[in-house]
């Protein structure tokens, strides 16, 4: 949503696409898990007095609605792309089926997965570690927002937060660092499969993760070993 407090801001929107087109030259498969708390979130909904389950499909609906979005200005700039989703819409999108994932993959088409899990009181980040699991991922990328990686504190409030650039899952556990839900480092784990934390508002920062630049931080196994 960029600068405004609702909704897509179409200068954002863009510069996400074009992060995916420049990653997309390097011959890597991309399968994209989408949120939607620039639209709706299940917590908000529960503030306003909801069923915290109804709150979390409004909430996953917003996942689909980016989604589509996405789909379509990866499109303009000629990136063939599927969206599936995990609640049923036939008429706009594929269900999700892990098997045909892997296909579009192989096939060099750009995977978005919208819906989370379509499980209410499950969070973005766990479905995205579930469809890592499932697809085979060998890495795990975790967007944020103006944080460059995991700290020992939070450094919006710390200016004497330390950046931590590796850390096992163990130790992103014992050390309760809250930077993602704790099922979402179990099912990782579980799988072997690392996750990098990073700023998604620097500038080409997937493209420099696959060439194996340093950028934020590492959880789990080192990249390639």
Not at 20 to 48: C, E, M, P, Y
Not at 181 to 195: G, K, R, T, W
Request: proline content about 3%.
């Amino acid at each position: 949503m960029g600068s405004q407090n609702f909704g897509i801001d179409p200068v954002v929107i863009d510069r996400i696409a074009n992060e995916i087109v420049l990653a997309l030259k390097h011959k890597v498969q991309i399968a994209i898990v989408v949120g939607g708390g620039n639209i709706f979130r299940g917590v908000q909904g529960s503030s306003w007095g909801m069923d915290k389950a109804a709150a979390d499909y409004v909430g996953m609906l917003a996942t689909i609605m980016n989604s589509l979005i996405l789909q379509g200005v990866l499109n303009n700039k000629g990136i063939v792309t599927r969206v599936q989703t995990s609640i049923a819409m036939p008429s706009i999108a594929e269900p999700f089926i892990r098997l045909r994932s892997i296909r579009h993959l192989e096939k060099g088409r750009v995977l978005i997965l919208g819906g989370g899990t379509g499980n209410p009181h499950v969070t973005t980040d766990t479905a995205a570690a579930l469809r890592a699991a499932e697809i085979k991922a060998d890495v795990v990328l975790m967007a944020k927002n103006r944080i460059d990686g995991i700290y020992d504190s939070d450094p919006r409030t710390n200016e004497n937060a330390r950046k931590i650039h590796q850390i096992s899952f163990e130790g992103l556990i014992k050390q309760g660092l809250k930077v993602m839900d704790p099922s979402c480092v179990s099912l990782c784990q579980e799988n072997n499969i690392p996750i990098v934390v990073f700023d998604f508002d620097r500038s080409g920062s997937i493209e420099q993760i696959i060439l194996g630049d340093k950028i934020g931080t590492i959880v789990g196994a080192k990249l390639g070993g």
